[in-house]
């Protein structure tokens, strides 16, 4: 990448040998790293992606919003709040619902005080009350010199921790990039590499003319959900916009409508463009499925030769087909193969009649 002055007073657009580097004001380029990356989780982040979601509100001075949540998932400190702390989850949320507060309002107040000061001496990242319950006056006192935020929801507290749950653990997802276009083509998530200049960005126009989504050009960013599957899409600030050598960007939801956009899609398939000069051994029969590993998952991979002549669009849509079958369990060759194999026993069972001379 070269390295760019900035002297503009807003954004601007480095066109890089691979696409597109938005550079803003007072600070460095995004860095899309090729890999997997797992970063950490600020009760802040958490409230600002969520909150309106899951209808949170502070009810604390906001001290102690830079704590981290270590784990994805919520706790209930019931078993802590009676004293018995050997299994604390103290690293997760925690969501104070019907039980733990109206145990809390059965001690006196001396006890109650104390259980409050042994909770607060774990190192939790905040405090939720569901149901839209608040907090007592010494509660608030202990947290705020514990420099724990408080949170408030009217959710039903199982309703709250199984959303919470969901949300945290897709904050918490190993996450990487991948250098080229994605497209979804009749539901299969096609992600197009290819050197610069290739013809990616003309393959992936051709495909949405003929009515499939873009996902992403140029940068596609890759979550783990589940461990076992790859999400992908485009960042924020580049959603709907693709660059076209020779007339620069484009707004494809202007252009083509909102059906030529997709937000994010499930990774099936990648396809690979290489000069046929660079393909040594050119696959002719599909027996062997080739895979490529993103975020430790395989995922199927097909490398299409390029010269001129060949309609790229095409090809990447009968490879999109060709993987959908085979996911549905149907591979050609294989069909074809077993069709010449019985032939081929057939006739050694009942060789053919040697004609008479």
């Known amino acids: 990448m070269r390295s760019l002055s900035i002297q503009a007073r807003k954004p601007r657009i480095a066109r890089t040998g691979d696409g597109l580097c938005f550079w803003f004001i007072l600070g460095a380029p995004h860095c899309y790293l090729a890999g997997m990356q797992t970063q950490a989780v600020t009760v802040e982040q958490f409230f600002k992606n969520q909150g309106q979601s899951l209808e949170l509100r502070l009810v604390s001075n906001g001290a102690g919003l830079d704590r981290v949540i270590r784990e994805p998932t919520v706790n209930r400190p019931g078993l802590a709040l009676t004293g018995f702390t050997r299994y604390f989850a103290y690293k997760r949320i925690q969501v104070m619902g019907h039980a733990e507060v109206f145990y809390l309002r059965s ?73 080229g276009c994605m497209v979804d083509i009749l539901g299969v998530g096609v992600i197009i590499r290819g050197e610069s200049g290739i013809g990616k960005s003309e393959a992936v126009l051709a495909l949405i003319e003929r ?128 069709r010449l194999l019985a032939q081929m026993a057939g006739e050694a069972e009942n060789p053919p009649a040697i004609p008479e001379t």
């Open 211 to 338: 009515g499939y989504s873009l996902v992403a050009d140029d940068i596609v960013k890759a979550t783990l959900v589940d461990g076992r599957e790859i999400l992908c899409n485009s960042a924020e600030l580049t959603r709907d916009h693709m660059e076209v050598r020779g007339i620069g960007i484009i707004n494809v939801a202007q252009m083509f409508g909102v059906k030529a956009i997709r937000k994010d899609k499930k990774l099936d398939l990648i396809i690979t463009l290489k000069q046929w000069e660079a393909v040594s051994d050119v696959d002719r029969l599909g027996m062997e499925q080739e895979y490529v590993k993103v975020l430790g998952v395989d995922i199927p991979h097909v490398t299409i030769p390029v010269r001129p002549g060949r309609d790229i669009a095409r090809l990447i849509e009968v490879a999109a087909f060709q993987a959908k079958l085979r996911k549905s369990g149907y591979n050609a060759a294989e069909d074809l193969n077993n």
């Open 107 to 179: 001690l006196r107040q001396e006890e109650r005080t104390a259980r409050y000061a042994y909770l607060f001496a774990y190192k939790i990242p905040c405090i939720v009350f569901s149901r839209g319950l608040r907090p007592d006056k010494e509660f608030s006192a202990a947290a705020e010199e514990a420099r724990v935020p408080i949170f408030q929801t009217p959710w039903v507290t199982m309703k709250f921790i199984n959303k919470a749950t969901l949300e945290l653990e897709m904050m918490f997802a190993p996450r990487g990039s991948e250098m």
